[in-house]
């Protein structure tokens, strides 16, 4: 697990090695073991590394016998012991016993289509002498970030996009062509980056740089095919031996390794199996909250403690209050782009608490995405029964639901704002459907809220997805749209963020690229039955996890910020989206802003993601476009709430 980054110059001169040192310096925080760089001519590549397999050996970056090919790489090649061996057998000779040497002659041996071969999370940069030809790309399912800077000048790329803006003649800038869609998200989705002249490489994507020409295309993508032949024992057994085998395969290294543990189906599977290929007890890590009501509901502990004691884990836990407040402008900024997922700071705090025992650790992140663990999931089956009502019922409900109070921090008034969210896109396409459940804020509420209406911009990576997913299986279908979006450009960029803010390699067993395509091939009915969520992972869980854990009510791996900004952090809100403020940055209708404030305070609507989305934009701006220390923005953030 490292930090890559480098450049290719167009205009054929030398890369400067100063360069590639200023850029490593930016992200020291994902590999502070080691640093490396090589230059060659118009091409340098360089890295920062956590060492995790080959502790003495591993130094980037790695090159064949001759020299002609140079290698840097983010990240773990699961299979790499079974490549080697049968590279090896073909005379290739190794240099290290790193994983990452694997890619090197798998180039060498089947040109590009060498990345086909590979089970890991990645993303790399080789340099091929021979051709004088740059090739960079990322994993399947976009596990690891790889950001792009193109100019006439140059093609530079690295782990994170801050290390692109300490080249010279780059600055921080807001790509305003994008700040539309991160509203109606919450995050901004890719090839689309925050910052102006930046983007980010879309997931399972090679770009190539040769003879000046650059060129970008897609090597894999979710297969559309559903299997329909297959009974559910049969199902069931083909999961559980995938799901086995990811677990195996992800539990190799050199250095300690654990697991996060929240209690739910996800966690508490991946530490069972990990129980199973382990001769020591797994060390084990959960995250709570103290407090009222509200807390209460994201307070998972009990459950952690249910399965570690099962296991017989080494189990450690973490209690945090409020005032997490304090962190929001260090973790903004190693998130380099803002977001309204809440997630980011449960995952900083437990990889922080981990990382004083682990260098690496195991997530359960990517099940409810596979196996339809998402309450929006059911929102075709009850829209079916829902439209067998007679017409005069439906008006009544629909007029009765605009009127519920909602709360996700609250029992009651959660249930009210979910019955309320479903009643309004009801009678919605599914793909609309869909949109109303994955939105922060709709885009017709966003064009009110924006002060320009060219700041909306052309971008709706939603649509792009739904577009792009071809398959007739509503759920299947739903799953592609994830997979292109929310996954790979807000779970799981914020758990490699912050757990490398930290320097933790965290691992998704459960995205391996060989369960995802057997979780895409499941039929819908088989995934979610007779509105029971996760009816098949669970049913192959059945033997591991007792019902109490696997029939257990959801809850999201966030925080209480809704109910903490109507208390404790009502003042931070209320200054960061303050008239000057808003006035002073030339984005929001100020009016637009109070009636939110207003709505979420009064419980009229649960404006939670959207107030987020908005104080973080606020937060990072003042980072980046401003240029202030994140520990000064911190500070300040503090008085507000003193």
């Known amino acids: 697990m490292c930090g890559i980054h480098g450049i290719y110059r167009f205009d054929g001169l030398s890369v400067e090695p100063r360069m590639l040192s200023s850029m490593g310096d930016r992200i020291r925080h994902r590999g502070p073991d080691d640093e490396g760089s090589h230059v060659d001519g118009p091409c340098g590549i360089g890295m920062r590394r956590l060492s995790i397999i080959d502790l003495a050996g591993g130094h980037q970056p790695l090159s064949n016998a001759d020299g002609t090919l140079w290698l840097v790489c983010n990240g773990e090649i699961y299979n790499f012991r079974e490549l080697r061996s049968e590279l090896q057998g073909k005379g290739y000779r190794f240099k290290t016993g790193s994983d990452s040497e694997v890619l090197l002659h798998l180039y060498d041996a089947e040109g590009d289509d060498f990345v086909l071969r590979l089970n890991g999370m990645f993303d790399f940069a080789l340099w091929d002498a021979r051709r004088r030809r740059l090739l960079i790309g990322r994993d399947r399912l976009g596990v690891k970030p790889l950001y792009v800077l193109q100019d006439w000048q140059r093609l530079a790329f690295a782990s994170e996009a801050k290390a692109l803006l300490a080249l010279p003649g780059v600055s921080a800038e807001l790509n305003r062509e994008v700040v539309a869609d991160y509203l109606h998200l919450g995050y901004v989705a890719a090839p689309g980056c925050i910052f102006k002249g930046i983007r980010k490489l879309p997931p399972a994507t090679l770009l190539a740089v040769e003879d000046g020409e650059v060129r970008e295309w897609r090597y894999w993508r979710l297969p559309e095919e559903i299997v329909s032949d297959l009974s559910e024992s049969q199902w069931i057994e083909r999961v559980q031996v995938q799901l086995d085998e990811s677990v195996r395969m ?31 007890p797994i060390r084990t890590y959960a995250i709570g909250f103290s407090g009222g009501e509200a807390e209460a509901l994201y307070n998972e502990l009990p459950y952690a403690r249910q399965v570690a004691k099962l296991f017989a884990t ?12 304090a962190l929001l402008p260090k973790l903004l900024w190693h998130m380099d782009e803002p977001l309204s997922d809440t997630a980011f700071i449960t995952t900083y705090l437990v990889s922080a608490f981990a990382r004083e025992d682990v260098k690496v650790i195991l997530s359960g992140v990517g099940g409810d995405e596979l196996f339809g663990g998402y309450r929006r999931y059911l929102g075709g089956h009850y829209a079916r029964r829902y439209r067998r009502w007679p017409g005069w019922l439906r008006r009544m409900a629909s007029y009765a ?25 009801a009678e919605m396409s599914s793909d609309e459907r869909y949109r109303s459940y994955l939105q922060v804020l709709s885009r017709r509420h966003v064009s009110a809220l924006l002060l320009e209406e060219s700041a909306a911009g052309p971008s709706d990576s939603l649509a792009r997805a739904f577009a792009a997913a071809g398959n007739e299986d509503e759920l299947n279908r739903m799953f592609a749209v994830d997979a292109e979006t929310q996954l790979p450009d807000d779970l799981l960029l914020l758990t490699d963020k912050m757990s490398m803010a930290v320097s933790l390699e965290c691992r998704v067993p459960l995205l391996d690229h060989q369960l995802v395509e057997l979780a895409a091939a499941m039929p819908a009915a ?48 209320k200054r960061l989206l303050a008239a000057d403020v808003v006035q002073a940055r030339g984005l929001f209708n100020q009016g637009v802003v109070n009636r939110l404030i207003a709505d979420h305070q009064a419980n009229r609507i649960d404006g939670t ?6 104080m973080n934009l606020e937060i990072w701006s003042r980072i980046f476009l401003d240029r202030r220390d994140p520990a000064d923005v911190a500070e300040e953030l503090k008085s507000y709430v003193a």
């Open 250 to 280: 992800q539990m190799v290294s050199d250095v300690p390794i654990g697991a996060f543990l929240s209690g739910g189906v996800d966690s508490s599977a991946v530490v069972g199996l990990m129980a199973r290929h382990s001769e020591q």
């Open 314 to 325: 080494n189990h450690r836990e973490i209690v945090v209050q409020p005032d997490v407040v």
């Open 401 to 425: 639901a605009r009127r519920l109070p909602t709360d996700r921090h609250s029992g009651l008034l959660n249930n009210l704002r979910l019955a309320k969210g479903f009643m309004a896109s």
């Open 526 to 573: 088989i995934k979610v039955r007779d509105g029971r969520l996760k009816h098949l992972l669970k049913a192959s869980l059945a033997d591991l996890l007792p019902d109490e854990i696997l029939n257990r009510k959801k809850r999201g791996f966030g925080t209480p910020m809704g109910a903490w900004l109507k208390r404790e952090l009502a003042p931070l809100l």
């Open 609 to 614: 993601d959207i107030l987020l989305a908005m």
